[in-house]
């Protein structure tokens, strides 16, 4: 399982009733990685109808060209979720809000289950001092589990709420305090070989933001993105969709017959600095193809995903926010 596969991973509450239909690939086009969120998707109350919806769900997962995860409430209801008999069929688990206070709670109960990815949620108070962030860093480098961690995701409407700050839907989250973040984790994370992913953008129709938005991530060294949106899923993709010419550079950067410093595309290319991105720009092209020019497809793919079924877009939307 690779981190690069994950796509746009969409968020949605474990409540709802066609988790099956979206979980084996036959709602949703292009859906790429999925999680069914017992956390801040759903209310305290309805915590025991997602467990019990979980239950009777999980044993009509077939195989499916997508990852699926659960995000757990807590340690004690990942627990709880490791008991169902089906549980098996899922490929991980998200876990929220981790501090170097309750990583290791989340560890001892997952050490049993080798067979399951983690996807890490640095989210809460402790990501802005940078004592304790070292500390997390250093806890996830040591730790036996370390393989197993797919992707740090990054939350960023957590840690803007710990802020009292809301972001406008036409500036994007690096417009915030929260950028600043960013650069922190990337520079404390990517060096030690984890991956990091991308906060969600909670606005559902402004698709030029979410363009920029995620062009910013790839230039910040983040790959996947938390969707919360149907319609967010194409916008999010195609941006991971290579340049022609940063297939072409990448390619001979990585040749051997290239000489160790060259000319391309009026851009300098040397192996010895560029090694590491022109792996990265190989693999996302054999994932999401390439293109010859970023803008038209960006409009292309926003038009198309304003056409999305009203049904879904609106089930999704509703739900995420009536019990969120």
Not at 34 to 57: G, K, M, R, Y
Request: glycine residues 4%.
């Amino acid at each position: 399982m690779s981190f690069l596969k994950l796509g746009a991973t969409l968020y949605m509450p474990a409540t709802r009733k066609d988790i099956t239909a979206i979980a084996n690939g036959r709602i949703i086009k292009n859906l790429r990685s999925v999680v069914f969120c017992t956390e801040d998707a759903i209310s305290e109350q309805n915590l025991p109808e997602a467990l019990s919806n979980l239950h009777c769900s999980l044993n009509q997962f077939h195989q499916a060209d997508l990852y699926r995860f659960i995000r757990p409430r807590n340690p004690q209801v990942l627990q709880r979720i490791l008991e169902i008999p089906s549980i098996g069929n899922i490929d991980g688990f998200v876990l929220p809000k981790v501090t170097v206070y309750n990583l290791d709670t989340y560890f001892r109960i997952l050490e049993r289950h080798e067979q399951y990815k983690i996807m890490i949620t640095l989210e809460t108070e402790d990501v802005f001092n940078p004592s304790e962030l070292f500390r997390m860093r250093d806890a996830l480098a040591r730790t036996q589990y370390k393989d197993r961690i797919m992707t740090i995701r990054i939350g960023g409407l957590d840690l803007l709420n710990v802020l009292g700050i809301r972001r406008a839907c036409n500036r994007t989250i690096y417009d915030t305090p929260i950028g600043y973040c960013i650069c922190q984790l990337v520079t404390a994370f990517k060096p030690l070989g984890f991956n990091l992913s991308a906060p969600a953008y909670e606005c559902f129709e402004n698709y030029e933001t979410l363009q920029q938005e995620v062009e910013i991530d790839l230039l910040n060294g983040l790959f996947g993105k938390t969707a919360i949106h149907p319609g967010q899923i194409d916008i999010i993709q195609s941006a991971y969709r290579v340049i022609d010419e940063d297939f072409e550079m990448a390619k001979a950067i990585l040749d051997p017959s290239f000489p160790a410093v060259f000319r391309m595309h009026s851009t300098m290319c040397e192996k010895a600095t560029h090694w590491n991105w022109a792996h990265g720009i190989i693999e996302r092209a054999k994932i999401y193809g390439t293109i010859k020019d970023r803008s038209d497809e960006q409009i292309r793919i926003a038009s198309k995903s304003q056409k999305y079924e009203p049904a879904i877009v609106n089930r999704t939307l509703f739900e995420s926010l009536h019990e969120g």
